[in-house]
């Protein structure tokens, strides 16, 4: 689909448009419907749509696949991180109330890095899923 | 509108068709969903499955045939038993409490201190978040590690296979 003019103009506008309401999702998920692991799928739909209108060789050159598989990992050590930062901190672990100056405070320092562990881990897998699948279909 | 596509959903041999009306299946869900009130699952509904899921069948379907082999007899004995599963869940949901009664133990038990002192303690608006990241911050991490290892999962089967193909060249 790479030749097709409408396709491609129509991909750059919008995918800008996905991660921003990715990001949207991800930092808003405290006050409105959303959170890590919603922005985290859409992140990777951006991602895999920008794959299947430009060709596979071109998003995994802007979205390498090191930075997939760190991703996945990453995420998960960023919430093992935030629940031992809790126990360095002098509380229990996953104890958000001492992450802060005050509970209310430390709750939403926890709860948005847990988040965006989610986040991470989240859209990591779902590209690499994809990343497989697709150069499977391609090695054929 | 759902029936209908289940309907057609099991008539289909075409597999590309089923993919899509699955995908079609999964937006409708969504609607519900947001009926529901639960704009965070509709949310997730629509993305996963009917995006990225949808996605990841068309590149497997990308690998084998579009059409769905024959099956040898007929599967007489797999319909009764889903019958039967089916049956006995309709069955069990006229123990359960009428819906949105305010009275169900599970409202009665932890979900009052949530919507109560939830906003106060954490100081989320979102009641939503503040249960899966803050009180019940364990169970998401498990879930967090639950696709860690289906991800890595997916990585190291498909990435041996296609080393022992190589490997037979």
New interface residues.
Partial sequence: MKDDVVLRVVAKLLVPFILLFALY?QFH??????????AG??I??AV?FYA?IFGLPTARSVVPDWLV?AM??A??LL??GV?LAGILLGGNY?D?FVLGAT???G??R??FW??A??AV??S???L???Y???A??R?? | MMLVTVAVLTRSRNLFAVVVLSSVYSFLMATVLVALDA??V???EA??GA??ST??LL??L??CRTEEAKHAQAPWLPLAMAVVTGGVLVYGTYGLPAFSDPQAPIHQHVAARYLNDGPK??????V???V???YR??D??G???V??T???G??AL??RR?QRSEGDR
């Avoid at chain 1, 998920?29 to 919603?38: A, E, K, L, M, R």
């Fill in positions: 999702v998920g405290d006050f409105g419907p959303g959170g890590g692991f919603q799928v859409i990777a739909a895999i299947i598989e996945v990992a995420g998960v919430y093992l629940g996953l958000y509970p209310v405070a709750q939403h926890g709860i847990v988040e562990g989610v881990t989240v990591g897998v779902m690499k899923t994809f497989m699948f697709a499977r279909a090695d054929k | 704009v965070d509709a949310m997730t993305a996963v995006g990225v996605v990841l590149g497997a990308h690998l303690e954490t100081g989320v608006p979102n939503v978040t503040a899966l990241a803050s911050g364990y998401t991490l879930e967090t590690i696709v860690f289906a991800g890595i997916v990585v498909l990435r296609r």
